[in-house]
């Protein structure tokens, strides 16, 4: 049996791309879009809107990308621009400490004008570099997942959207299928499974809110960047 997309009933989601300048957030759509990576960093003026199309088990799903200027001097974000916004990516450098600190900043200004239900993943990049020494930590949330990607290996694209994709439309085991197969940069490696592991740890440790803020008191404040 040949099995068809029906495109004729998709839905369409707006998704916030959100972090600091730099980050990779272009890079993130640009990957998807066109398969292609691009080293230097031109800063984003205003914002981009792309819409991805996604094929779900049985569904198909787009969800139309604000990829929004990280700094402020270049637009930055405009309250207008989280109207009708159905979810978002908060993305940070897994190799720079100040991005990770702003993810806060980032969560507080989405929840402020959308409210604490919206679904978002948290999204580090960059997991092809050295990765900051700090723990990172995050109070578990019913709408919130954590994950780490690279744009530069092509590593873990999909995902941030899957994650997305399954709050959206309520299906716990929904996968992506029929991705484009993208390459790694040359000489791009990664430990995968050392990141895996350390995802895990990092989705394993995240403070419930029965004991988080009492943990939260007792670890040791120079040692982690708490992400929400
Ligand atoms: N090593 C590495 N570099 C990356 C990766 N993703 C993006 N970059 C680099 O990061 C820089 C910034 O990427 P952009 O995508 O332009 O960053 P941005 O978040 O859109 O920044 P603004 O538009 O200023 O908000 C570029 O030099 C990219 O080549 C990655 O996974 N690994
Ligand atoms: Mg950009």
Request: aromatic share 16%; net charge negative; charged share 10%.
């Given at each position: 049996m040949e099995f068809r997309p029906n495109w004729a009933k998709n839905q369409t989601y707006k998704c916030l791309l959100l972090?600091?300048?730099?980050?990779g957030k272009s890079t993130f759509l640009r990957r998807h879009v066109t398969g292609k990576f691009t080293e230097q960093h031109v800063p984003t003026r205003g914002l981009l809107v792309h819409t991805l199309l996604l094929q779900a088990d049985y569904q198909a799903v787009a969800l139309e990308l604000?990829?929004?200027?990280?700094n402020a001097r270049h637009g930055?974000?405009?309250?207008?621009?989280?109207?009708?916004?159905k979810c978002a990516i908060v993305m940070f450098d897994l190799s720079v400490e100040s991005s990770a600190i702003s993810v806060v900043q980032w969560l507080r200004q989405l929840e402020d004008i959308c409210g604490p239900e919206i679904p978002v993943v948290i999204c580090g990049n960059k997991a092809d570099l050295m990765p900051m020494p700090l723990n990172l930590l995050y109070r578990r949330r019913s709408r919130l997942d954590y994950c780490e990607i690279s744009a530069r290996a092509a590593w873990n694209l999909d995902e941030p959207l899957s994650l997305l994709c399954r709050r959206l439309l309520n299906k716990s085991n929904l996968v992506l299928i029929s991705q484009p197969i993208l390459k790694p940069l040359p000489g791009c490696v990664l430990d995968e499974q050392k990141i895996r592991r350390r995802v895990k740890d990092i989705r394993k440790n995240a403070l419930s809110e029965k004991d988080g803020e009492v943990r939260l008191r007792t670890?040791?404040?120079?040692q982690r960047i708490v992400l929400n």
């Open positions: 972090g600091d300048s730099g980050v604000w990829d929004v200027a990280g930055g974000l405009q309250n207008g621009y989280y109207f009708h916004a670890a040791t404040k120079g």
